[in-house]
């Protein structure tokens, strides 16, 4: 294949309605499924199938459909071929690509992600805060825009003019009239359970970190590019401490696409639901972007072939 690819897996925000039966063999995921819905407590099938907004979007499920959604797409892209330079995952999907690169197994994985969902959801229901997604500023007028405000920081730098803040509700509020002052083009709260990415969640944070302590990781067999250091690393104990790091800390999206292009990638296929990751790919110079989910895994060969 003459194109140079990664792998990227979206996180929370991507989970639709009909997401499983979009996978490209569906059959092969009914015993993660049932493993799943057996950790988590919950008819995932059935919210992925005909849920509510609010059980679509609610953390403890949304993770693992996630999750598995990630790791099947990226198995068939594997599986079809395709040798990537590196793989990244944005805020959850980082744990489909750890999965994919053989740090542990997707059963290991899937034990890892119901935790931290569960535990990111009892955090956020403490804490009472969202997130907020404003477009049309760059990193660095926004954060001098909001500066001062209690209570709210930069939870994602996803790509420029693509910046989500996240923090308490109150905080949130006048950030956004800031914002909107500042010349945002857009401002948009997002559907999500709480100030994830933010100290607010420091206590789940924590809590993951004793977990993953007892965790086995192995070396990735691909280099990782990780949100809250985008050096691309395969050393297990250095996947492990920045995997915790995570939770509480922004994601530095546009810093794992420019890692990506300096490692000589000039393509990026999402491996999950939707198309948010393609899209943000294709505003960083040198990368075009390609979701399997929209094009399909035939598409897919054809177009980096």
């Not at 990630?70 to 599986?79: I, R, Y």
């Not at 965790?215 to 280099?223: E, G, K, Q, V």
């Not at 990780?226 to 920045?242: C, G, I, K, M, N």
Request: charged letters at 25%.
């Amino acid at each position: 294949m003459s194109a140079r690819v990664s792998l990227v897996f979206p996180g929370q925000g991507s989970q639709r309605h009909g997401m499983l039966e979009r996978l490209p063999d569906p059959a092969k995921m009914t015993r993660l499924l049932d493993a799943a819905e057996g950790l988590s407590d919950l008819d995932l099938r059935a919210v992925a199938r005909d849920g509510t907004p609010e059980q679509l979007s609610d953390t403890r499920a949304a993770q693992p459909l996630l999750y598995l959604a990630d790791w099947a797409w990226g198995s068939e892209l594997l599986a079809a071929g395709i040798r990537p330079v590196a793989v990244a995952g944005h805020s959850l999907g980082e744990l489909a690509a750890l999965a994919i690169a053989g740090v542990f197994s997707v059963e290991a994985g899937l034990e890892l992600v119901v935790e931290r969902a569960r535990l990111m959801a009892q955090c956020a229901a403490e804490t009472a805060g969202g997130m907020t997604a404003v477009l049309g500023l760059d990193m660095e007028a926004l954060t001098g825009a909001v500066a001062g405000v209690p209570g709210v920081w930069v939870a994602n730098d996803n790509a420029p003019g693509q910046v989500v803040l996240s923090g308490t509700r109150e905080g949130l509020r006048t950030a956004e009239a800031l914002a909107r002052d500042a010349g945002a083009r857009r401002v948009v709260p997002l559907q999500v359970a709480g100030p994830f990415h933010t100290p607010l969640m420091q206590s789940a944070a924590d809590d993951f970190e004793r977990i993953l302590r007892d965790a086995r990781f192995s070396d990735a067999t691909i280099p990782v590019v990780q949100d809250s250091d985008p050096r691309a690393a395969t050393d297990a104990e250095v996947l492990r401490e920045r995997l915790v790091a995570q939770i509480a800390g922004p994601v530095r999206w546009r810093d794992v696409m420019d890692e990506l292009v300096r490692m000589g990638s000039d393509t990026v296929v999402e491996a999950g639901p939707g198309a948010i990751l393609a899209g943000l790919a294709r505003r960083t110079a040198g990368l075009r972007g390609v979701s399997a989910d929209e094009a399909g895994i035939e598409a897919v060969l054809e177009e980096v072939a």
